[in-house]
């Protein structure tokens, strides 16, 4: 039982480790106004994606039937003995 133990002890604190953080280098190539335009369009597009479309949520229907009509007498409608 202990080396179980042991065993899922070791295992657990090696486990998520890769590597020491570092920083991306900065791309000099853009600039602010382009990042700026950039996030501006991909917001845009969130925004699109978020949007719901006429199926998620239904008209609904006050009325199902637009007519009434009379009901057939039923012979099988009997009061009880």
């Given at each position: 039982m202990r080396p179980v133990v042991l065993l899922m002890a070791l295992l657990a604190a090696s486990c998520g480790h890769k590597g020491?953080?570092?920083?991306?280098?900065?791309?000099s190539d853009w600039t602010v106004e382009e990042r700026r335009a950039q996030r501006a369009q991909d917001e845009a597009d969130t925004a699109a994606g978020l949007k719901l479309p006429p199926e998620a949520r239904p008209v609904?229907?006050?009325d199902v039937l637009a007519t009434?009509?009379?009901r057939r007498?039923?012979?099988f409608d009997l009061p009880p003995p």
């Open positions: 020491a953080l570092t920083r991306v280098p900065a791309d609904r229907q006050d009434t009509r009379e007498t039923d012979g």
